[in-house]
């Protein structure tokens, strides 16, 4: 069970701290418990509570009124939100997956994404919604309030609707196309910002060879000589240790000399001197701007 903070509720709900103390004190819709030095402590049931309340009040309805909820009913009021096609707060769809990832409510998941992705289409719902709920989830973890089940829940969920939609998309010939190799370090599994750019290189008329978790980058010699790809990209997240990370970059670029090479994640963002052909992504839309321009600058030579 997690614990947290007042300031832990706004940081993860987006309620001012102000405001929680007041609903708190008025209307008794949360019930911390104190600590021996007298300091407000609040548990999951508290958050899950909290967000769904946040839901419902950023949709127009009264804290007098959504105070006197029980939990199911706070809960059956949150689900028929979902139904409101004129909604365009995605901290409202954040919330609500913060609450069914608690609950570990598979079903309550996959209808929010469901919802968002028909509403905002797939790239958006991803870039607005899943995103940040995942960063959320972050802080969460950093706070002790998520367990791995919820963690491999949401994940496994993120990766299946990625795949799905990226099967969706129309195949592309990779002899009329920029091509990319895609593939992440040795050790390294956190796989969500690869698949979600190796959509968005394919809905954009891109070829890519997805080589996916876990590659030694000794195999990409040999694939590059057959594939002949145009640029390569790898998310470093976790792997390798910070320390290694100059040498795995200067690896890679002798590896693979005569391509662009694209790295992404936080490691990627340490302070070291880059190869010449090497380039840093700092954000998701930084990414998103360069498979824009270079599907533009391909079609242009084609």
């Given at each position: 069970m997690g614990h947290f903070s007042i300031s832990d509720l706004e940081q993860l709900s987006g309620i001012k701290a102000h405001t929680i103390r007041i609903w708190e004190q008025r209307y008794g819709i949360l019930r911390p418990v104190r600590t021996a030095t007298n300091i407000r402590t609040y548990c999951d049931d508290d958050l899950r509570r909290l967000l769904n309340v946040a839901t419902l009040c950023g949709r127009g309805y009264r804290i007098s009124q959504v105070a006197k909820l029980s939990e199911q009913e706070l809960s059956r009021a949150v689900i028929s939100c979902d139904d409101d096609a004129h909604s365009q707060n995605y901290c409202h769809q954040v919330n609500a997956l913060l609450a069914a990832m608690l609950a570990m409510d598979e079903c309550k998941l996959t209808q929010v994404l469901a919802h968002v992705t028909a509403q905002y289409g797939f790239e958006q719902a991803i870039l607005r919604v899943a995103y940040p709920f995942l960063q959320r989830i972050g802080v969460m973890w950093q706070a002790g309030a998520v367990n791995p089940a919820q963690e491999h829940l949401?994940?496994?969920?993120?990766?299946?609707?990625?795949?799905?939609?990226?099967?969706?998309?129309?195949?592309?010939?990779?002899?009329?196309?920029?091509?990319?190799?895609?593939?992440?370090?040795?050790?390294?599994?956190?796989?969500?910002?690869?698949?979600?750019?190796?959509?968005?290189?394919?809905?954009?008329?891109?070829?890519?060879?997805?080589?996916?978790?876990?590659?030694?980058?000794?195999?990409?010699?040999?694939?590059?000589?057959?594939?002949?790809?145009?640029?390569?990209?790898?998310?470093?997240?976790?792997?390798?240790?910070?320390?290694?990370?100059?040498?795995?970059?200067?690896?890679?670029?002798?590896?693979?000399?005569?391509?662009?090479?694209?790295?992404?994640?936080?490691?990627?963002?340490?302070?070291?001197?880059?190869?010449?052909?090497t380039a840093r992504l700092g954000l998701i839309t930084d990414f998103l701007a360069l498979a824009d321009a270079t599907a533009l600058s391909a079609a242009a030579v084609t």
């Open positions: 949401v994940t496994n969920l993120l990766r299946q609707k990625m795949m799905a939609a990226t099967d969706a998309l129309p195949p592309v010939q990779p002899a009329m196309a920029r091509r990319w190799v895609l593939f992440l370090p040795e050790r390294e599994m956190h796989e969500l910002a690869l698949l979600f750019m190796n959509y968005a290189l394919r809905a954009r008329g891109h070829h890519v060879l997805y080589l996916g978790q876990n590659l030694p980058i000794t195999e990409l010699k040999p694939v590059c000589a057959a594939y002949q790809p145009h640029a390569a990209l790898t998310v470093m997240t976790a792997v390798p240790e910070r320390h290694e990370v100059p040498g795995f970059v200067q690896e890679l670029s002798q590896l693979c000399p005569d391509i662009d090479l694209y790295l992404y994640g936080p490691l990627a963002q340490l302070d070291f001197v880059l190869p010449a052909n």
